[in-house]
């Protein structure tokens, strides 16, 4: 019952959940092995997209993109097949929920459900965590492509002609640590959070996923910390051509990064007047990307569910954006 309970808490379940699974195991005998009775074949389109956030030959392309074997069994030997498992992971991420609200679909206790989560979890983030952590990693992303987003940027409206992406910090809402407090309080946004960097291209895919980090960190600091200007140089720097990212005035001027002129608008001359107020447009494309997380899979926005110290908060996060964004990052 012990691992059932730890599973469940990592899970984020509430007290009620927590004494359905204390029952469960003083009434029925916890060597039972539960076997899925979900049927996606069963479910209407309109309630798989609701539900599941995908369609549903997207959900059979997304477990074979992410490689999701066959079968998932969990340590206390509950076993549903990969594409329930996925269903699951997406049920819970697409709305804060409840687990015990999961079981009239999936036909499985509350445990069962935490457990699965938790492991597909785990299988996604050991095969694909790779692609958000590191730009090396990304095969499809060489030279060719830089020159192709770069023109896209250019034809939108930017001045510069090298500029491929965008970078930003994204501050994530928890729930107030019972440790470390003041390092995950942000005076800025005045509540705990974590936060993450991302970079995103003009077509949307997220190529760079970098933290989590401390509430208090300043963007600056992260961009140092992580790691991400060595990747940089060594992927967007050639000997004829050095490619840039955009990014607010809180990161400073690189070879690989470039911020607006500083200054108030009015005392700045005319050409960088024009030059901030283009780079400012184009430069809310990296907050879409943010959005789209929010709109789609709001779990990951609800802040009573954030709990450092019981869930795996930076793992739930990036789950969604390997499973929103896995197909690009193959091709």
């Known amino acids: 019952m012990e691992a059932e309970l730890e599973a469940v808490i990592l899970a984020g379940a509430d007290e009620e959940e927590i004494e359905h699974i204390i029952l469960h195991n003083i009434f029925i005998d916890r060597g039972i092995t539960h ?41 206390t030997r509950n076993k549903v097949d990969g594409l329930t498992a996925l269903c699951i992971l997406l049920r819970r991420l697409a709305y804060p929920n409840r687990l015990c609200d999961m079981v009239p679909m999936f036909h499985l206790s509350t445990q069962s459900l935490s457990q699965i989560i938790n492991k597909l ?29 770069a023109q896209a940027i250019h034809n939108k409206g930017a001045p510069m002609n090298n500029c491929w992406g965008f970078i930003d910090g994204t501050a994530r809402k928890i729930c107030r640590p019972s440790e ?11 509540y705990h959070c974590i936060k993450f960097q991302s970079i995103i291209c003009p077509d949307g895919i997220i190529v760079s996923l970098k933290g989590a980090y401390p509430g208090r960190r300043h963007d600056a600091r ?14 967007t720097c050639f000997d004829t051509r050095r490619f840039v990212l955009f990014g607010d005035q809180g990161y400073g001027l690189s070879d690989v990064l470039f911020t607006p002129f500083h200054g108030r608008m009015e005392d700045l001359p005319a050409h960088q007047q024009s030059f901030n107020s283009a780079m400012k447009v184009l430069r809310i494309a990296v907050e879409w990307g943010f959005q789209k997380v929010i709109s ?36």
């Open 121 to 149: 979890i785990s299988v996604i983030m050991e095969e694909h965590a790779v692609l958000l952590n590191n730009l090396n990693s990304l095969q499809w992303f060489n030279r060719e492509k830089l020159e192709y987003y």
């Open 35 to 75: 076997t899925a009775q979900f049927n996606l074949e069963n479910l209407p389109d309109e309630v798989i997209r609701l539900n599941f956030r995908f369609e549903r030959s997207d959900l059979h392309r997304l477990m074979a993109v992410l490689r999701i074997p066959s079968e998932i069994v969990t340590i």
């Open 222 to 235: 992260i961009f140092r910390e992580s790691g991400i200007s060595e990747e940089l140089v060594q992927k």
């Open 180 to 190: 470390n407090q003041e390092e995950y309080y942000s005076g800025h946004k005045r």
């Open 296 to 331: 789609e899979f709001a779990f990951v926005d609800f802040s009573k569910n954030q709990k450092m110290l019981l869930q795996d908060v930076d793992a739930l996060y990036k789950s969604f954006f390997t499973t929103e964004f896995g197909d690009a990052s193959y091709e």
